[in-house]
């Protein structure tokens, strides 16, 4: 049974750090690209960030390139997110995901396999 699970959410000021984990267990993790995306209320599923299984290439939104940076380690299973100079519009439900693609996951009918999401909240 495949699991992703989050964590390292959080309520943050704007300006401030916070970095996201996923670990994953019941797929062999270094064969997948990974992908962050996040769900506003209200509003559709958006991609943030991917990276691929075969040689760490990575993509990201205008919204967040400069400021978040995805990485993973496959002798943990763990794909991150940094997020870095948060702002009020990154509030989100956070959700990692698993695809069978070479290149990194820009969209989130890439994925296979979801997590249960992790909240991110920046306010004043």
């Known amino acids: 049974q495949v699991q992703l699970t989050e964590s390292g959410g959080g309520l943050v000021q704007p300006g401030d750090s916070l970095r996201l984990s996923c670990v994953a267990s019941?797929?062999?993790?270094?064969?997948?690209?990974m992908g962050w995306f996040r769900q506003a209320p209200g509003k559709e599923r958006e991609f943030v960030s991917g990276?691929?299984?075969?040689?760490?290439?990575?993509s990201y939104s205008n919204s967040v390139r400069g400021r978040f940076t995805i990485s993973r380690d496959s002798a943990k299973s763990t794909v991150y997110l940094q997020m870095n100079s948060l702002k009020p519009e990154d509030t989100a439900a956070y959700y990692c995901?698993?695809?069978?693609?070479?290149?990194?996951?820009?969209?989130?009918?890439?994925?296979?396999?979801w997590g249960k999401g992790a909240p991110v909240t920046v306010s004043s």
């Open positions: 995901a698993a695809g069978l693609l070479n290149a990194p996951p820009t969209a989130p009918n890439d994925m296979l396999y």
């Open positions: 990276i691929s299984w075969t040689n760490d290439e990575t």
């Open positions: 019941g797929l062999t993790f270094y064969r997948y690209s």
